[in-house]
Nanobody
Framework: QVQLVESGGGLVQTGGSLRLSCAAS????????MGWYRQAPGKRRELVAIYRNGVRLYGDFVKGRFTLTRDDARNTVYLQLNSLKPEDTAVYYC??????????WGQGTQVTVSS
């Protein structure tokens, strides 16, 4: 069983930055299949950034503002959020999906950007 523990959300002003962390526990967990989604109120959950078999992918809206990095020794991924906008306000969820039929989610961390 894999558990994902997130941290780093909070309240920032427009243009500010935050760094989210997600640590995976469990002997089979691999950062090669970890990343982040987000869900704003009334909207669908959408991809922010993720490693898929080691390849780093970003959602179209990111446009260079966010950066996904990894620490293999700690089984942890980080999401650096820069130039934040009010529309980035959402619950950010860590995701681990090693196969098409197996996926794990963290509890979510709230990011709120004030205008």
């Amino acid at each position: 069983q894999v558990q994902l523990v997130e941290s780093g959300g909070g309240l920032v002003q427009t243009g500010g930055s935050l760094r989210l962390s997600c640590a995976a526990s469990g002997s089979t967990a691999s950062v090669n299949f970890m990343g982040w989604y987000r869900q704003a109120p009334g909207k669908r959950r959408e991809l922010v950034a993720i490693y898929r078999n080691g390849v780093r992918l970003y959602g179209d809206f990111v446009k260079g503002r966010f950066t996904l990095t990894r620490d293999d020794a700690r089984n942890t991924v980080y999401l650096q959020l820069n130039s934040l906008k009010p529309e980035d306000t959402a619950v950010y969820y860590c995701n681990y999906q090693p196969t098409h039929t197996s996926t794990y989610w963290g509890q979510g961390t709230q990011v709120t950007v004030s205008s």
